[in-house]
């Protein structure tokens, strides 16, 4: 089996990795950075063209106010501090769920970065932040309701039309989904985009997680017999 087009990581672990360490959770998040980086280099020298990570869900808004407000300002210094990187390295960056309740300066950032790597080809880094797989299904419907009332008409509503009207319809369906921290759980995590994703579960922590790890998930992958609910892998004899 070939690289897989698009792969989706959870990454967990950040907060249990810095408390074994004696250490506040931020500073879990902050290695975490460190990993991801990691994690985005090898993919580019693996060739996956899609690498889509959770970052921050609809359920996160419950944590601690101290600790949300870290991780808004942590996702927005870096976005500004590696775009330059991922525009050289031709990277597209998308920023996939609800914007409401952001803060106007996160906002901005996104919109920025979006529009720099717009024209970037060789990657696509799809980034997660408040976004739950429900509420984008949610948001597909709502959505389908408002243009039927606006007098579109449709012949039927299928699966070609809901993935028309998903957050980002352009990547492809995640073929590996990989999560970090032990846990064995999608969490509300492109629900709809994982129909067939082959899992990959690690006990390692997100930190604890680099471009290694990634390979040998790679790896693994390879292994594994496809049949989308057939007998035989998808596109095989």
Same mark, same amino acid.
């Given at each position: 089996? /070939?690289?897989?087009?698009? *792969? $989706?990581?959870?990454? +967990?672990?950040?907060?249990?990795? =810095?408390?074994?360490?004696?250490? !506040?959770?931020r500073e879990g998040h902050l290695a975490g950075i460190d990993s991801l980086e990691s994690v985005l280099r090898r993919a580019e020298k693996l060739?996956? !063209?899609?690498?889509?990570? @959770? =970052?921050? /869900?609809?359920?996160?808004?419950?944590? !601690? %106010?101290?600790? *949300?407000? &870290?991780?808004?300002?942590?996702?927005?210094?870096?976005?500004?501090?590696?775009?330059? #990187?991922?525009?050289?390295?031709?990277?597209?960056?998308?920023?996939?769920?609800?914007? #409401?309740?952001?803060?106007?300066?996160?906002?901005?950032?996104?919109?920025?970065i979006e529009e720099k790597t717009a024209g970037n080809r060789d990657h696509i880094l799809n980034i997660a932040f408040n976004y739950g797989g429900?509420?984008?299904?949610?948001?597909? *419907? /709502?959505?389908?309701?408002? #243009?039927?009332?606006? %007098?579109?008409? &449709?012949?039927?509503? #299928?699966?070609? *039309?809901?993935?028309? @009207?998903? @957050?980002?319809?352009? &990547?492809?369906?995640?073929?590996?989904?990989?999560?970090? %921290? %032990?846990?064995?759980?999608? /969490?509300? &995590?492109?629900?709809?985009?994982?129909?067939?994703?082959?899992? @990959?579960?690690?006990?390692?922590?997100?930190?604890?997680? +680099?471009?290694?790890?990634?390979?040998?998930?790679?790896? +693994?992958?390879?292994?594994?017999?496809?049949?989308?609910? $057939?007998?035989?892998?998808?596109? $095989?004899?």
């Amino acid at each position: 089996m /070939s690289i897989p087009s698009h *792969v $989706g990581i959870i990454m +967990d672990g950040n907060g249990r990795w =810095a408390k074994e360490r004696g250490l !506040p959770r931020r500073e879990g998040h902050l290695a975490g950075i460190d990993s991801l980086e990691s994690v985005l280099r090898r993919a580019e020298k693996l060739g996956i !063209p899609c690498l889509t990570v @959770y =970052a921050f /869900s609809t359920e996160n808004w419950k944590r !601690p %106010g101290n600790e *949300v407000k &870290f991780l808004l300002q942590l996702f927005e210094e870096t976005l500004m501090n590696r775009a330059e #990187d991922l525009f050289r390295n031709n990277i597209k960056v998308k920023v996939i769920g609800r914007r #409401d309740g952001l803060p106007h300066g996160l906002l901005r950032t996104i919109d920025r970065i979006e529009e720099k790597t717009a024209g970037n080809r060789d990657h696509i880094l799809n980034i997660a932040f408040n976004y739950g797989g429900r509420a984008e299904i949610a948001h597909v *419907v /709502s959505r389908i309701i408002q #243009d039927i009332e606006e %007098g579109k008409e &449709f012949r039927q509503i #299928d699966e070609n *039309v809901i993935e028309n @009207y998903l @957050y980002n319809p352009e &990547f492809p369906e995640v073929e590996l989904l990989i999560r970090t %921290g %032990g846990e064995k759980r999608l /969490s509300n &995590f492109l629900l709809w985009q994982s129909a067939y994703a082959e899992l @990959y579960f690690t006990e390692k922590y997100w930190p604890d997680f +680099d471009g290694d790890e990634l390979e040998k998930a790679i790896e +693994d992958f390879k292994k594994r017999n496809r049949r989308f609910g $057939g007998l035989k892998e998808k596109g $095989g004899e």
